[in-house]
């Protein structure tokens, strides 16, 4: 959700003209499964023919197509949503900090709550799914490095003022449990 209305890393930093290949997800901002690679047309041949992952990977789904179609309209339409994602994830971040958590240096609406080792991440990551009922994946080695292991948190525009704080809560008990805040 980068960029002007979300348009993107490339519309963020300025760089139109400049860049050769863009890839992007479609599981984060859209929701669905699938991806897109844009380039020239040569760059794309190419990639169709030798690019090992795209060799074994089915085509995107009608219905997903559908669904990052209508995503599209929406986002052109207004930068309402996308507002509220950066306003959502702003609080988000700065109320994890206030509780005494490390939320590392992203500088995206996905925030990382910086935990160490592995273990930590995936017990913190079970505690919130059976104490707290939230559902926040831990990552871990080889993902990150070993050491950065953390939980990451996927704020969203669809996230109301009382979904933060139950999310804050529930952060702000297990963290305690655990130990990783006071």
């Known amino acids: 959700m980068l960029g002007k209305g979300g348009r993107g890393i490339v519309d963020h930093f300025n760089l139109h003209g ?5 890839v992007g997800t479609f599981s984060k901002a859209f929701g669905v499964m699938g991806g897109v690679v ?3 047309a040569t760059i794309i041949e190419w990639l169709r023919q030798r690019g090992r992952p795209f060799l074994f990977s089915s085509a995107v789904t009608a219905a997903d197509a ?6 599209v309209d ?3 339409e207004s930068t309402v949503l996308v507002d509220r994602l ?10 994890m900090q206030n509780l005494g958590f490390d939320t590392g240096l992203s500088t995206t609406p996905i925030t990382p709550v910086m935990l160490g080792e592995a273990t930590l991440a995936q017990e913190f990551s079970k505690a919130l799914f059976t104490d707290e009922y939230v559902f926040a ?7 990150v490095a070993k050491g950065k292991a953390r939980i990451r948190v996927m704020i ?7 979904d933060l704080e139950q999310g804050l809560a ?7 449990k655990l130990g990783v805040i006071h």
Do not use: Q
């Open 18 to 22: 400049k860049v050769d290949v863009e």
């Open 38 to 40: 844009a380039g020239n």
């Open 66 to 71: 559908a669904a990052c179609i209508a995503a």
């Open 74 to 76: 929406i986002l052109e």
């Open 86 to 95: 950066w306003d959502n994830a702003r609080y988000f971040k700065a109320e």
């Open 137 to 143: 994946m831990p990552i871990g080695f080889p993902t």
């Open 156 to 162: 969203s525009a669809a996230h109301e003022k009382v």
């Open 170 to 176: 529930a952060f702000a008990a297990v963290g305690k």
